[in-house]
């Protein structure tokens, strides 16, 4: 009897320790999540500030064609609360049409370290909310599966358009060919 009461001690003991453990960690895992989510929202929207301060600096600039007006238009007008293809093609139109003007800013630098920062930023919440276990506990939490990469512009440069390019990555990864 003692040798049961005992066992029963012990595995009791143990899983009240299991399960102080899991809500350690539990904490642990969404604090980092809404850490992360909040960090790669700030610099998606730290982005989105330097994008604004760009399309006002081109619509003081001198502008010789009406169509880099019409993209900036847009990109005013255009929903920015988070990654969209749309939001891509239309930054990739305004730069192409801007290098094509030859119309050099300053900021082309600060949007690009400022794309670099948001990748950085997804990347570490992506790759936290896909590992397991904390995948189980932001599923059930409801945190977003993932952030978008913006990946295919780059401010300053001339860039593929980003239709084809994702096209060739789609079928990158579905086929396996070489990386494009």
């Known amino acids: 009897m003692k040798i049961v009461k005992g066992c029963l001690i012990i595995i009791t003991a ?6 102080v453990l899991f809500f350690v960690y539990r904490n642990s895992v969404i604090s980092s999540l809404e850490n992360l989510s909040a960090d790669a929202k700030s610099n998606w929207e730290a982005y989105i500030g330097t994008i604004d301060i760009r399309n006002q600096q081109l619509l003081r600039a001198n502008i010789k064609e009406d169509s880099l007006r019409q993209y900036l238009n847009k990109s005013i007008e255009i929903s920015k609360v988070e990654f969209s293809r749309d939001f891509e093609f239309l930054e990739y139109k305004i730069n192409r049409e801007a290098m094509n003007q030859n119309i050099k800013l300053e ?3 600060k949007l690009n370290s400022s794309v670099d920062l948001y990748n950085q930023s997804v990347r570490s919440y992506n790759v936290h909310r896909s590992t397991f276990p904390n995948s189980l506990i932001a599923r059930k939490l409801n945190f977003p599966k993932n952030f978008k990469y ?8 001339e860039n593929e358009n980003p239709t ?3 096209a060739k990555i789609d079928h990158w990864i579905k086929y396996g060919d070489p990386h494009p």
């Open 14 to 19: 143990f899983l009240v320790i299991l399960v």
């Open 107 to 109: 900021i082309e630098d």
């Open 164 to 166: 084809i390019k994702r």
């Open 150 to 157: 913006f990946d295919i512009v780059r401010y300053g440069v």
